[in-house]
């Protein structure tokens, strides 16, 4: 059984950072093709970073480069590191496996906001 946990949600002011984790069970995170998602309030759920089985990394060009995502095997984990954060990166951050069936964690909430 998969599960997927996120933590390192919060409240952080505009310009600063948070670094969010994905602790993942059922699943070899190095194994996998695992992405972070992202939904603010009325808003689609929008993909912000993947990371293939291969190492290569995608991220939206809207982002301009602040966002950057990891994995580790020995803590099975998956992190994003996310800086200059803006008030428009407010949402729920969700961990995603991402195969024939997509595993969703539980979403850690983000608020930017001064």
């Known amino acids: 059984q998969v599960k997927l946990v996120e933590s390192g949600g919060g409240l952080v002011q505009p310009g600063g950072s948070l670094r969010l984790s994905c602790e993942a069970s059922?699943?070899?995170?190095?194994?996998?093709?695992m992405g972070w998602y992202r939904q603010a309030p009325g808003n689609q759920r929008e993909l912000v970073a993947v990371i293939t089985t291969t190492n290569a990394r995608y991220y939206p060009e809207s982002l301009g480069g602040r966002f950057a995502i990891s994995r580790d095997n020995a803590t099975n984990t998956v992190s994003l590191q996310m800086n200059s954060l803006e008030p428009e990166d407010t949402g729920v951050y969700y961990c995603a496996s991402i195969s024939t069936r997509t595993y969703w964690g539980q979403g850690t909430q983000v608020t930017v906001s001064s």
């Open positions: 059922g699943i070899i995170v190095t194994l996998a093709k």
